[in-house]
């Protein structure tokens, strides 16, 4: 992404790397030891934090950096984990294989939203995703001898090598891919793509008079993006083991926007924090009687009000940084 | 030489521009004066490419521009600094610099690094604090640095003075003036006509898309109230 005469990598970033690896390190190593420590429930749902922390990284390129809102990620994430299901099961194609290729079967289809978001902005821009989830929905819905339509899919346990991957194995894999999700996004956003892409949210004139090619970024912005929410959705389906159209509905959309936006728009840790905070505080407020739903609402809306910048950007200032 | 001939665009059915014709020599400073409204914004934004011409053609040293890409534009050597400055409020001074030299992929652009912050002291002194502590006339003067990364022979400048108190709109318009001194060729959009008539060595006025009038500086300075009777409008 840099090159030689690209000096992002001198001093002059607004903190420093190391503190970040560290901290990025410290998180990986405790994932890693976590299984140990829940029960299956507990590791369910951590499985299904690294997922949906998957989809915040890729959404959060999309729309905390390029600033290009959308709400047929749940769609993205349903034909990801449709093609990889069916690729698995049907195909009879390695899970590992099946993966990759169904993500990028979505990836392209990402590709081809990014046309109509080349004109639109906004708002205007959120309906023409939210019409284009809702198609990609009632396609999976209707495309019955393919699909089993309503009926939805049962899945057997995926497996590697001849072996069957049980649910600390998938936690596992979602785990890797986690990390070589951050690792790209810390790549991207990093160097002159991020930049690039930063500007387009800003002021897309003043992108454009500095030269940066506006349709290029947009249209490789929901690709990548689509890639990211296609992958964790080829997780999420062997995760449940059991996928329904249904599940992919514009509500699991605006779940994902609002994981990014609770945990901070524009930053790769608030992608992660953001998920956690999606899957556990819920769980977290089962206790309350009638009332989980209610308060999870109270939770939201006092986050947005005295954290604006999300809970990464509230934990960054609170440490001192910029 | 910059050189705009009978350049006309269109917004669906309004016409922004009409059969405008302006020249910018080498090592100039031009002033583009209007109202809002007026299609300032426009003829820069067709200049860079970002707005298509319906007819017409942009010359750049006798060679045809009309039509190419901006990314290609800028290449070619035309910089603009937008309307509205465009800062990224949370990268550092540098990062924002360095945007500039966005097409100059593979180059050492570590000279013109060093030569703008030579330029801006103000902006030198904050290299590694974020955009959104910078003041409005920091800010501007970011914004016409990051023009500069990426070694222009021309830099257009829309509406500098905007939102800024009139001493920081002076200092800019300084610094523009020393930008020019540098070689650089300077085409500005301005509503503030008395700073303008300061610093440029010829103005054009344009009023509903059309050059209404033009002439050298000392012209425009013998005839304040027809500048103003056209800009009041």
Request: aromatic share 8%; glycine share 12%; with cysteine.
């Amino acid at each position: 992404m840099t090159n030689a005469t690209d000096i992002a990598g001198l001093p002059g970033r607004r903190s420093s790397h190391g503190s970040e690896l560290v901290l990025a390190g410290l998180g990986v190593a405790l994932a890693c030891v976590a299984p140990f420590w829940l029960n299956g429930y507990g590791l369910y749902l951590l499985t299904l934090t690294a997922i949906f922390a998957i989809v915040a990284l890729g959404l959060n390129l999309l729309t905390g950096y390029a600033g290009q809102i959308s709400l047929c990620h749940a769609a993205l994430f349903g034909v990801g984990a449709y093609a990889t299901a069916l690729l698995t099961s049907k195909a009879g194609w390695p899970y590992l294989v099946s993966l990759p290729v169904g993500a990028l079967l979505t990836t392209a289809i990402g590709a081809a939203v990014a046309v109509p978001a080349l004109r639109l902005k906004n708002l205007y821009l959120a309906i023409a995703t939210l019409g284009f989830g809702v198609v990609l929905q009632k396609t999976i819905f209707e495309w019955r001898s393919l699909t089993g339509g309503g009926g939805g899919l049962s899945l057997a346990p995926p497996t590697i090598a001849g072996h069957e991957l049980g649910a600390t194995g998938l936690y596992y894999l979602a785990l890797a891919f986690l990390v070589l999700g951050l690792w790209g996004a810390w790549n991207l956003s990093r160097g002159r793509t991020g930049r690039a892409l930063r500007l387009i949210k800003e002021s897309e004139i003043a992108a454009a008079s500095l030269g940066i090619h506006i349709a290029r970024y947009k249209v490789t912005a929901f690709a990548v993006s689509a890639f990211y929410t296609a992958i964790a959705g080829g997780l999420f389906a062997y995760l449940v083991r059991y996928i329904n159209p249904e599940s992919f509905n514009v509500g699991l959309s605006i779940g994902f926007l609002s994981m990014i936006v609770i945990g901070g728009l524009g930053t790769i840790g608030g992608s992660i924090v953001g998920a956690l905070f999606y899957v556990v505080v819920p769980e977290l407020l089962r206790g309350i009687k009638d009332a989980p739903g209610l308060v999870f609402g109270v939770v939201l809306v006092m986050v947005m009000v005295f954290m604006p910048q999300g809970l990464w950007g509230m934990a960054r200032r609170f440490l001192g940084r910029r | 030489m910059l050189e705009v001939k009978d350049l006309s665009v269109r917004y669906g059915s309004v016409e922004a521009l009409h059969d405008v014709s302006i020249k910018v020599e080498t090592g100039g400073l031009v002033a583009i004066l209007g109202a809002n409204g007026a299609g300032k914004s426009t003829l820069l934004r067709t200049i860079s490419g970002i707005v298509k011409a319906a007819s017409g053609n942009v010359a750049l040293d006798g060679t045809a521009i009309t039509g190419l890409r901006p990314e290609e534009i800028v290449r070619r050597g035309i910089a603009h600094v937008p309307e509205g400055r465009g800062i990224l409020p949370d990268f550092t001074v540098r990062e924002n610099l360095m945007i500039g030299a966005y097409v100059r992929r593979g180059q050492d652009v570590s000279p013109d690094y060093r030569r703008v912050m030579g330029m801006f002291p103000a902006i030198e002194r904050r290299e590694r604090k974020l955009g959104y502590t910078l003041s409005g006339g920091e800010q501007q003067m970011l914004a016409i640095g990051r023009a500069l990364m990426a070694a222009p022979q021309v830099l257009l400048a829309d509406e500098l003075s905007l939102g800024l108190a009139p001493i920081i709109v002076r200092q800019v318009f300084a610094t523009l003036d020393q930008v020019r001194r540098t070689g650089v060729t300077v085409l500005v959009v301005e509503q503030n006509a008395r700073l303008a008539m300061k610093f440029a060595d010829y103005l054009y006025v344009l009023k509903y898309g059309r050059v209404v009038m033009e002439g050298p500086r000392e012209t425009f300075a013998k005839s304040t109230d027809l500048v103003d009777a056209y800009l009041g409008a």
